[in-house]
Antibody, heavy 122, light 111 residues
Framework: EVQVVESGGGLVQPGGSLRLSCAGS????????MSWVRQAPGKGLEWVSI???????YYADSVKGRFTISRDNSKNMLSLQMNSLRVEDTAVYYC????????????????WGQGTLVIVSS | QSVLTQPPSVSGDPGQRVTISCTGGDSNIGAGYDVHWYQQFPGTAPKLLIYGNKNRPSGVPDRFSGSKSGASASLAITGLQAEDEADYSC???????????FGGGTKLTVL
């Protein structure tokens, strides 16, 4: 059974750092496009970052230079290192296994974790 | 303001047909990128509802259908049921931003 389980959320002060983790089971993280999508309270979905099977990464402009997506193949895990956090980064962060596709621009977000809440507040 | 534009809310009576629009531009839907739709109930993670403009994942009732024309896409729900009350979001890729983009979401109310 395919599962993705996020962890690492919590309360952090503005300017602080937090590292989110996503454990995959029932599939190989490194063989899939993997992404992070977030949702601020009462707001819509916002794509944050994606990592290709080959390791190439992309980021939303709102987090570029502050967030880093990575994976640990030996642990079958995905991570999101979040630095210089801002109040507007407060959201539920979802780890998502993207659908397989020959062109990553056409992938959908096929399988979602339950999310982990990040609150940035003083 | 989202790159893809959706109505904030739609409503319909049980048994009726409702549609939710998703309007983009020349760098996303109009450029030929696929549109995908997600269904989300309060307090839960989104679920893929329609992929590749019009395809349903296994287990999604055929009451849900998707279409795309030009720079816009639509989600149609026929035979509306109380259990369809949820938030619906469209998603595509934007080549100008090099980003995967979502609509702002539409709240469906079954009257």
């Amino acid at each position: 059974e395919v599962q993705v389980v996020e962890s690492g959320g919590g309360l952090v002060q503005p300017g602080g750092s937090l590292r989110l983790s996503c454990a995959g089971s029932g599939f190989t993280v490194s063989s899939n496009y993997m992404s992070w999508v977030r949702q601020a309270p009462g707001k819509g979905l916002e794509w944050v970052s994606i990592i290709y099977t080959g390791g190439k990464t992309y980021y939303a402009d709102s987090v570029k230079g502050r967030f880093t997506i990575s994976r640990d193949n030996s642990k079958n895990m995905l991570s999101l290192q979040m630095n210089s956090l801002r109040v507007e980064d407060t959201a539920v962060y979802y780890c998502v296994r993207c659908s397989p596709h020959s062109d990553p621009r056409f992938v959908n977000f096929g399988f979602w974790g339950q999310g982990t809440l990040v609150i940035v507040s003083s | 303001q989202s790159v893809l534009t959706q109505p904030p809310s739609v409503s319909g009576d049980p048994g009726q047909r409702v549609t939710i629009s998703c309007t983009g531009g020349d760098s996303n839907i109009g450029a030929g990128y696929d549109v995908h739709w997600y269904q989300q109930f309060p307090g839960t993670a989104p679920k893929l509802l329609i992929y590749g403009n019009k395809n349903r994942p296994s287990g999604v009732p055929d009451r849900f259908s998707g279409s795309k024309s030009g720079a816009s896409a639509s989600l149609a729900i026929t035979g509306l049921q109380a259990e369809d009350e949820a938030d619906y979001s469209c998603q595509s890729f934007d080549s100008s931003l090099t980003a995967w983009v979502f609509g702002g979401g539409t709240k469906l109310t079954v009257l």
